[in-house]
């Protein structure tokens, strides 16, 4: 035991070589020692285990941080230049992706932080592809060989949440009628995937945040507890640091899962990846259904182009995969979900809708934000926007509700048009003084 009350070394690399080997010592010294019995000596071994990940954890961090602090200061390099550069270093990426800046950012980040064991929390819009980056991370990292588990925190029932991912014994419950592993266990030496990850109860982020400080998990209706050595990224379309702000998520837990953090912008950010998602998903139905890729009309492809896509990329594949199954070899308008189709707009029903406005019908009883755009020119959908803050006073989000589009995207919108929505709150309280006054004279 004398060997651990050495002076420590100073360089950060050699200290955590030498402690690394004191542990082993340690282990070494305690696997032949006859003065403790068995059960005890499992016990310290176990905890040296524990102790030898945690530093193996901190080597891996300080790597990451040295390689991110030590990497020359990038020339502004384009677009097209970056996409092009993580190409061209083997980095593997199941589908098709742009050169949006903040889309890079993500698998940039994503490209450094793979190789490491560090925990990665991938937030963005449903639809994003948060488990496809979760993909590529376990496939650039050091476990691409291994087993990767996915689990949906949301979809487990509250009583099954521990059983599900921790295991249980047999006869631990009522229906347990034999041993069984959890998914940490099955993901043991690969990557769990952990979707949807606000959505998982109290206790059973305690739970987790456990596994996250000791790795070891314990099955239910058992003391003894399991090594497990699980590479955990995290996924969620909620704000966690929010939640966490509210009670409803713990916030150790937050700050342990997001060491690595990465955001996934919304399609409607990443209008240049459209096109490509278009062949992408064209030539994949086409694999699944046994033809020759879909065509789309010039028509149906401005359509599509223009489309907001709430759902994001999900929607824009499952789009695809509809008109591949339903058209021959070209697919227009009529192909498209009912649901999702432009409204015929005839010149008299132009002229309705123009004379609905005059005699100050709601915004709510008008075409619809995108019936206007196809319609009608710029001055007309800046027209629209007009009314919708004037009748809800300025409002965005109750104008955003009532026209049922993203919020986001109806200011990007305001933004081009050079509205302001403060405009329209002053607007509106001077109304409402000229009414109060109106009323008081008479």
């Known amino acids: ?54 530093v193996m954890q901190m080597s891996h961090k300080e790597r990451f941080v040295q390689a991110a602090v030590a990497e020359p200061v990038r020339v502004e390099q384009s677009r097209q230049a970056r996409r092009q550069g993580l190409l061209e270093r083997s980095f593997i990426f199941e589908g098709t992706f742009g050169d949006n800046p903040r889309l890079l950012e993500a698998l940039e980040i994503a490209e450094k932080a793979a190789p490491t064991d560090l925990p990665v929390l991938i937030d963005g819009e449903s639809g994003t592809g948060k488990e496809l980056m979760a993909k590529v991370i376990h496939a650039n990292g050091s476990r691409p060989d291994k087993p990767y588990i996915s689990v949906n925190c949301g979809a487990i029932p509250d009583n099954l949440l521990e059983s599900e991912l921790f295991g249980h014994r047999r006869g631990a419950f009522t229906g347990a009628s034999s041993d069984r592993k959890g998914k940490f266990e099955s993901a043991h030496t690969g990557t769990i995937f952990l979707d949807e990850i606000g959505e998982l109860p109290l206790a059973g982020q305690v739970k987790l945040l456990r596994v996250l400080e000791a790795h070891e998990i314990q099955r239910v209706g058992s003391d003894e507890p399991i090594a497990v ?96 199954c339903l058209a021959g070899d070209t697919a227009d308008m009529e192909h498209l979900p009912v649901d999702m189709r432009p409204a015929i707009t005839t010149p008299a029903a132009q002229g309705g809708a123009r004379a609905a406005g005059a005699n100050g019908a709601s915004v709510a009883n008008l075409m619809s934000l995108s019936d206007a755009k196809r319609a009608a020119s710029d001055e007309a959908e800046k027209a629209f926007l007009e009314r919708g803050l004037h009748e809800v006073g300025g409002t965005v989000a109750e104008l955003a509700r009532r026209v049922d589009m993203n919020r986001s995207h109806l200011q990007m919108l305001l933004k081009k048009h050079g509205l302001h929505s403060k405009d329209f709150r002053n607007h509106a309280s001077k109304e409402s003084r000229d009414d109060s006054e109106e009323k008081e004279a008479g």
């Open 1 to 54: 035991m004398q060997i651990l009350d050495q002076p420590e070394d100073t360089s950060p690399a050699i200290s955590y070589a030498a402690l690394i080997e004191k542990i082993e010592i340690l282990r070494s010294t305690l696997r032949w020692s006859s003065r403790l019995e068995r059960a005890d000596i499992e016990k310290l071994l176990r905890q040296a285990n524990t102790l030898r990940d945690e």
């Open 229 to 324: 050595d699980t590479r955990i990224v995290a996924a969620t379309n909620r704000n966690l640091r929010q939640l966490s702000e509210e009670g409803r998520f713990r916030e150790d837990l937050f700050y342990r899962l997001s060491v690595i953090h990465v955001t996934l912008p919304p399609l409607r950010e990443r209008r240049d990846e459209i096109p490509l998602l278009f062949s992408w998903f064209a030539d994949e139905a086409a694999g699944v259904l046994k033809r020759r890729p879909v065509r789309l009309t010039p028509r149906l492809r401005d359509f599509l182009l223009s489309y907001a896509y709430p759902g994001n990329i999900r929607e824009l594949r499952n789009v695809m995969y509809r008109i591949s």
